[in-house]
């Protein structure tokens, strides 16, 4: 069965440091997601992607956080100066449609630790 | 406003009994939900979905079921395994992509 991938499983940065965690959604998927969540707490939305543009974000995704399609198979997010307080596993979803009319597939994540 | 939320945070069941989750939604016009499921260190991994055309769809040993009359869901699990010991998330179209906390399936061996 296809899957989302991410890569790397587990990154460390230190503060102020630029990170681009990257996503392979599913082939034939149009729509992108990135997802966050703060070890115990919720999977909190940040910004959902359609034909090359962000169709939707939260107040969580900033100036410093940007996404891009750089090619046709890779999705990537990247925070330009990270903050402690970025520490959190970021998941990417594609979806064939969108939210409205079908289901997310997500990825099994990337553990960002900002030192 | 709207909002989807689970009705328990925990839920323990004894490994062979069939589980109940439910779910309640508050906005009428919600065509679209979604069933998913988070392991400890993984993703939320979709489960099942259903549409409001419909009162019932199943899957391989999952039931959801469509109240539209209260706004309720309910995913069953038939013959709980330990592999489904998970967080479990209902999720609707008009949420603008979020998830609630979820009910925590614990098995009890």
């Known amino acids: 069965e296809p899957e989302v991938t991410q890569t790397p499983s587990h990154q460390v940065t230190q503060m102020g440091q630029e990170v681009i965690l990257r996503c392979v959604p599913i082939?034939?998927?149009?729509?992108f997601y990135w997802y966050r969540q703060i070890l115990g707490q919720k999977v909190e939305f940040l910004v959902s992607?359609?034909?090359?543009?962000?169709?939707?974000k939260s107040e969580i995704f900033d100036d410093q956080f940007s996404v891009e399609r750089p090619d046709g198979s890779n999705f990537t997010l990247k925070i330009r100066s990270t903050k402690l307080e970025d520490s959190a596993m970021y998941f990417c979803?594609?979806?064939?449609?969108?939210?409205?009319?079908?289901?997310?597939?997500f990825g099994n994540g990337t553990r960002l630790t900002v030192t | 406003g709207e909002s989807v939320g689970l009705h328990l945070p925990t839920l323990s069941v004894q490994e062979g009994d069939n589980s109940i989750i439910n779910c309640a939604y508050s906005?009428?016009?919600?065509?679209?939900f979604i069933w998913y499921k988070q392991e400890s260190g993984k993703g939320p991994q979709f489960i099942i979905d259903i549409r409001s055309n419909m009162d019932k769809r199943q899957g391989q040993r999952v039931t959801v079921l469509l109240n539209k009359t209260v706004k309720h869901l309910s995913l069953q699990i038939a013959a709980t395994q330990p592999g489904d010991s998970a967080v479990y998330f209902c999720a609707g179209p008009m949420e603008k992509l979020t998830f609630g906390t979820g009910t925590r399936l614990t098995i009890i061996p």
């Open positions: 979803a594609s979806s064939e449609q969108g939210s409205y009319n079908s289901p997310l597939h």
């Open positions: 992607f359609y034909n090359n543009e962000i169709s939707e």
């Open positions: 906005n009428s016009a919600s065509d679209y």
């Open positions: 082939s034939n998927h149009l729509y």
